[in-house]
């Protein structure tokens, strides 16, 4: 008997423990995630040598965070919020070649976005989906990496093109 009830003691632990781990709101999905790092502006130096900007702000104080990218070809404006119906983090963003749906997940010490673009590329509507893994390096060093991402919606090994992988460092801007 007493073992039956350690057993139903521990399994309801189990349950209460892994509840406890789902966070109901932003603040709770950043600070589970120990991602107050992110907070900030970066910048690394693109392949044309032209500079890329990335900022990372709270919006509205613990419900959205604002994200800002400019360099290259383009310019981005997004907002990441939690949907408390989904019970996860969530983001859109808007740029002039169209627009991208993306879910949160924080997994082995690294923030993944899974990523949908919808756009318009030689008049057709395109879709792609991808996945990006933030990874603190130190405190002002971050590494960035783009991932396959499966039918099933797993994500997978980091795009790689003659024998590069698609990794980028970014720097905090001082």
Do not use: C, Y
Request: aromatic content about 10%.
């Amino acid at each position: 008997m007493k073992k039956i009830a350690s057993f139903i003691v521990f399994v309801g632990l189990t349950f209460s423990i892994s509840a406890q781990e789902q966070p109901t709101n932003l603040r709770e999905a950043v600070d589970m995630a120990t991602a107050d790092w992110l907070f900030g502006d970066w910048q690394r130096e693109g392949s044309d040598g032209s500079s890329r900007n990335l900022s990372f702000k709270w919006a509205v104080k613990d419900a959205a965070i604002s994200i800002h990218s400019t360099g290259g070809r383009g310019e981005s404006h997004g907002i990441v919020g939690f949907d408390h119906e989904a019970g996860k983090v969530i983001g859109k963003s808007f740029s002039k070649r169209g627009h991208a749906d993306s879910e949160w997940l924080f997994e082995d010490g690294k923030l993944i976005e899974k990523i949908t673009m919808n756009g318009v590329q030689d008049g057709e509507s395109r879709q792609m989906t991808f996945a990006r893994s933030i990874r603190r390096i130190d405190e002002n060093n971050m590494e960035m990496a783009f991932h396959r991402v499966s039918e099933s919606g797993e994500v997978g090994e980091v795009f790689e093109q003659n024998g590069t992988k698609f990794v980028q460092t970014w720097k905090r801007k001082k």
